[in-house]
């Protein structure tokens, strides 16, 4: 696969021709970047030959940066933080992504990008291993961006996307106004084949799945800057969503003549919602040395699906039954943050602070059976239930510059929780964790740097654990497990980094985690069979490497051209709460492999490029099936792109060329898995098909 896409680069390359690579120098020629105390500038004219129309356009391309959003998996607003800075603060955190923050700069407001690459006085990593800085121009502002896509899916069907912002300077008040919708139509197809306990084939499905889906995203950001030591930042957004799907599976069984009609399924299903978030930070200066930021905090989401009818037709008899799926929920999130900072000299920085949080969610799952006369009820445990948990945490972190070489950022934070559920299953339980860090950067040289880190995570409570759940369509329930709690990990991390030319970065981490409470699933045996229940199935152990590489490809031959690599490696290790036999944790991968190609042509105004993401098999236990998830052979996503019409950025693109789609086997067991029985086994192809789009962003 990497010859052929080689192949591709160098002939698309050919097709574009040579005397555009002789009429524009390579990047890392024209490019200028310093190097100090742990801080490399991107000015913006390293971007030129990139062709960028917003921030993001110029963040994603950072060497050896990835974007990220903050660590949804631990707890508390300060892990929420994402890696990206705005003259050296943080944008507010949860209610907008920061994909959408920078897609709302104009690269024309942009000076320069910093990517600070280790813990400094003046900047938290917050768990990050790198930051950047996008630095603004002085009264940048008065300014929008838009971004529409056009998308065309194998149904024949024609979907859009415009997301558009527009950002004005009254006085000290800089308003930002941004407007969002979706509305797709993509089909989805899926292949079953059933069989025996002897491998015969018992019966083929062919499922024809039409979705139509509308998002919409409508939110306000406002800059106050109230005076020369405070400001205030407030976001608002309200999102609401549908999602409608019309499936028709028709199943075939065996003959003595091959395969004939059997009987045709159908599932009809509306569901919608609403979210509201709303969040807000003030930051003070209280002295030259002390300063205080407040950070709030409120989300609500609420989403209703079905009722669902899941309806059997036999060819011969009829209409057969129909199980129907109701169900509804409701989430809020209410937290709040204090936080002071002292640094009283260059070389140390002292944060400290308290934060309280109260999450909840309540869900209901109605589920009954109409036989053409009569609809029954269906009993499920665990199925309306409401919990709440009240989280307080107090929490120290220290930045120390031990000297020019190295760097250490330690940390402790202490939470206490009380988690109480109503319904149908009521109980009340309390819990506190102390969670410590340390990372010492260490930077060998100006180029080569290592990075040492070890800490205790408490991961976020995932709410939908407490309660049950279904899927007709897999004709699978877990139930709710009131007595589920967040897993926890010890973790070892290092990792060394070196950067090369002004476009070159490689790193490597290798990482150990030490998991307690790991998440999964447990068998639970009940006179009416063996089912699954959401809960913690003991201690397991977690090895992590990851390797990535980004670099220009001008010594090939590929002029401007840019790939970045990205290769990892995990493996897991737990005892089996059904069979006491060591197998690797739920649904994770051995390996997985990113590669994304860029190369610019800017005396044509052209660029193309593509990635390429596959991952190994992975697998899932459960009480009496055992499930094999395929991704062969990847997922190739391809564009080409020009800035000669109308000053904006036009692309030309084709996602999921493969059209493969995803593979599943099931096996099938006779009473528990650990009994080794098997009744059959099920193998299904599930694919989306390509989708072919065109799309233009530009700022105004």
Wanted: aromatic share 10%; charged share 20%.
């Amino acid at each position: 696969m990497n010859v052929k896409l080689c192949t591709a680069a160098a002939a698309l390359s050919a097709c574009l021709g040579p005397a555009s690579f002789a009429m524009q120098p390579a990047v890392s020629e024209t490019a200028v970047t310093t190097s100090v105390s742990g801080i490399v500038s991107y000015p913006e004219g390293y971007f030129e030959n990139f062709t960028p129309a917003t921030a993001l356009d110029m963040v994603q391309r950072v060497p050896g940066f990835s974007l990220s959003d903050g660590d949804t998996e631990r707890r508390g607003l300060g892990d929420s933080f994402g890696n990206v800075l705005i003259n050296g603060s943080r944008p507010s955190n949860k209610s907008l992504s920061l994909q959408t923050v920078l897609q709302r700069i104009s690269v024309a407001d942009v000076i320069r990008i910093d990517l600070i690459q280790e813990a400094m006085p003046q900047y938290d990593l917050r768990g990050h291993s790198r930051l950047v800085n996008v630095i603004l121009r002085e009264g940048a502002g008065n300014s929008g961006s838009y971004d529409v896509q056009i998308l065309h899916f194998r149904s024949g069907r024609i979907g859009t996307s415009i997301n558009t912002s527009y950002t004005t300077i009254q006085g000290p008040v800089e308003l930002t106004f941004g407007l969002e919708a979706n509305v797709h139509g993509n089909r989805m197809t899926r292949d079953w084949v059933r069989y025996d306990a002897a491998g015969l084939t018992t019966e083929r499905q062919h499922d024809e799945d039409q979705r139509r889906q509308f998002w919409g995203d409508a939110s306000l950001t406002m800059n106050w800057t109230i005076d020369e030591a405070s400001s205030l930042r407030l976001n608002g957004r309200v999102n609401p969503w549908s999602w409608h799907r019309n499936n028709t599976g028709w199943v075939t069984a065996p003959t003595a003549g091959g395969f004939a009609p059997s009987r045709i399924e159908q599932n009809a299903t509306e569901n919608h919602g609403q979210n509201f978030d709303l969040s807000g930070s003030y930051q003070r200066r209280l002295s030259d040395t002390m300063s205080m930021e407040t950070i709030g905090l409120f989300s609500l989401n609420r989403g209703d699906d079905g009722p669902e009818a899941y309806e059997a037709y036999d060819i011969v008899t009829g209409f057969t039954g129909a199980t129907i799926v109701k169900s509804s929920e409701r989430r809020e999130e209410t937290a709040l943050r204090q936080t002071f900072s002292w640094t009283p000299g260059a070389q140390h920085q002292l944060e400290f602070g308290a934060e309280t949080a109260v999450n909840s969610r309540e869900t209901s799952l109605a589920l009954s059976f109409d036989d053409g006369v009569i609809v029954t009820p269906i009993a499920l445990p665990v199925a309306n239930t409401t919990v709440e948990e009240t989280r307080s945490e107090l929490f120290a972190t220290h930045v120390w510059s031990i000297n020019d070489a190295l760097t250490l950022e330690s940390g402790l934070r202490f939470e206490m929780s009380e988690i109480i559920q109503t319904g149908d299953a009521e109980q009340t339980r309390s819990f506190s964790y102390a969670k410590p860090s340390a990372t010492l950067s260490w930077r060998l040289d100006d180029q080569n740097r290592l990075r040492f880190t070890g800490r205790r995570d408490v991961d976020q409570l995932q709410f939908d654990r407490f309660a049950s759940s279904v899927s007709v369509t897999d004709n699978q329930s877990t139930l709710g497990n009131p007595n589920y709690v967040p897993q926890q990990s010890w973790t070892l991390e290092v990792e060394w980094e070196r950067r090369f030319g002004d476009s070159g970065s490689v790193s490597f981490l290798l990482g150990q985690d030490w998991i307690q409470e790991l998440d999964g699933r447990l068998p639970v045996t009940t006179p009416s069979g063996t089912f699954d229940t959401f809960g913690n199935i003991g201690d397991g152990a977690r090895t992590r490497a990851n390797l990535n590489i980004s670099t220009s490809l001008d010594d090939i031959g590929l002029s401007n051209g840019v790939i970045d690599i990205g290769l990892a490696w995990t493996d897991t290790n737990v005892e089996d709460p059904l069979t006491g036999i060591d197998r690797p944790f739920l649904g994770v991968s051995e390996w997985r492999l990113d590669l994304d190609y860029r190369q610019s042509f800017p005396a044509r105004q052209m660029a193309w490029g593509w990635d390429y993401r596959i991952r190994s098999d992975n697998e899932m236990y459960f009480a009496s099936q055992y499930h094999l998830h395929q991704q062969d052979p990847g997922d190739l996503d391809v564009y080409v792109e020009t800035t000669r019409w109308f000053g904006a950025t036009t692309r030309f693109g084709i996602n999921e060329t493969f059209a493969q789609g995803n593979d599943r086997h099931r096996v099938f067991y006779d009473g528990s898995r650990a009994d080794g029985i098997i009744r059959g086994s099920e193998d299904r192809n599930g694919s989306r098909g390509t989708t072919t789009y065109i799309q233009v962003l530009g700022t105004f």
